[in-house]
């Protein structure tokens, strides 16, 4: 199959990878022209901008994005969407808000494939779990490519139609953000407990058979390895935060009680702000009831 990537970055140059490797022809964009450069020499057929990206597709035109969620959707449709035709496909295989894709799978001249995209730039070699959304035709076409760029056929699906794809992804990201809190709050305590503890130690021992193994947690045991039990200097500072706020707002609004994920999402927030207002309030509120002592900044 020929199959157009627009954008070529962490992410993007794996579907191109993959997609190569499949025997499938790609064909590559991306604003950054080294980023193109890089897709070329890997095998795909440079692009100088979206149009010539369509023109040089010819007929049935597939066509994947994986640019930044947001403004840059918006913008990569605007040039594309003049190109195409009821028998094409897009594919947005970014983390948008499933309401967009709903919108622009509404306002596409193409059928729209809202493509959840899990695994990061480590599943390089194993390939992708991917969760999508529209209509059952345009996913059945695009079997080939989901193939190569999932760990296989068994790592894509279709959810369900337009935006359940991107919704799935992101109550996953709002788990992700619940089992990294769980994970890092049970090392917090090994950490600070009662035994002197080799944390890479722990995390192999529970990696191999126990209960709570998993990628996360093989995660940690890569991070305390590389850091140390202390984990040395990686500041007390958690980014990112989008998808989980998206999930907690869905939440409310579905009137489904998440508090693991939202408490997670909390300490996100907590972790942007050194001395937080409502802990100084807390602590001089009681010396206003008890007259406890005051802890002041200087102290
Ligand atoms: N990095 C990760 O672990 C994961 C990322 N995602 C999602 O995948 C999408 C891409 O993420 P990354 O590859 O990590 O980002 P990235 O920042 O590494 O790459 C984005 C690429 O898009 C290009 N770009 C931006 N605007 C463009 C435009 N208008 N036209 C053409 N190219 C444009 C940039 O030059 C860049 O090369 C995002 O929606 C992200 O949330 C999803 C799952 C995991
Ligand atoms: O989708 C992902 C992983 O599954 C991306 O890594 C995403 O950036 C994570 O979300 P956040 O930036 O809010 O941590």
């Keep these: 199959m020929q199959l157009g990537v627009i954008g070529l970055g962490r992410m993007g140059q794996i579907v191109v990878d993959r997609s190569l490797e499949a025997g499938h022809d790609v064909v590559a964009f991306d604003l950054d022209d080294e980023a193109v ?16 990206l369509a023109a040089t ?16 959707v918006d913008a990569t449709l605007d040039d594309l969407d003049p190109h195409l035709d009821s028998d094409d496909v897009v594919v947005d295989g970014g983390n948008s808000h499933f309401e967009r894709s709903l919108e622009r799978a509404e306002a596409c001249s193409a059928a729209y494939l809202d493509c959840g995209t899990s695994g990061g ?7 992708f779990s991917l969760m999508i959304g529209g209509p059952q035709w345009a996913y059945d076409e695009l079997v080939p490519v989901f193939d190569a760029v999932a760990t296989g056929p068994a790592g894509h699906d279709r959810m369900g139609p337009e935006g359940s794809g991107h919704y799935v992804k992101m109550v996953h990201n709002g788990v992700e953000y619940a089992l990294m809190q769980a994970y890092g709050e049970g090392f917090e305590l090994l ?16 990696n191999n058979g126990a209960v709570i193994r998993s990628w996360l947690l093989e995660l940690c045991e890569e991070a305390f390895e590389l850091e140390g039990s202390d984990l040395g200097d990686v500041e007390d500072y ?16 579905q009137e489904v009680p998440i508090p693991l994920i939202y408490q997670a999402l909390a ?15 807390a602590n001089r ?3 206003g009831f008890g007259r406890h002592e005051v802890a002041r900044q200087d102290d």
């Design 238 to 253: 958690i980014a990112g935060g989008s998808t989980g706020t998206w999930t907690v707002q869905e939440s409310l609004e």
């Design 37 to 52: 450069e890089s897709a070329a020499d890997a095998g795909a057929t440079p692009a100088e901008s979206v149009a010539d």
């Design 191 to 206: 950490a600070d407990g009662r035994y002197d503890l080799d944390l890479e130690t722990v995390a192999r021992t529970w």
């Design 121 to 127: 730039p480590a599943s390089a070699e194993e390939g």
């Design 57 to 72: 597709l010819g007929d049935d035109k597939r066509v994947w994005l994986m640019v930044p969620a947001g403004k840059a």
């Design 285 to 287: 509120l009681r010396y």
């Design 267 to 281: 300490e996100r927030f907590d972790s942007r702000n050194e001395g937080r207002f409502s802990r100084r309030l």
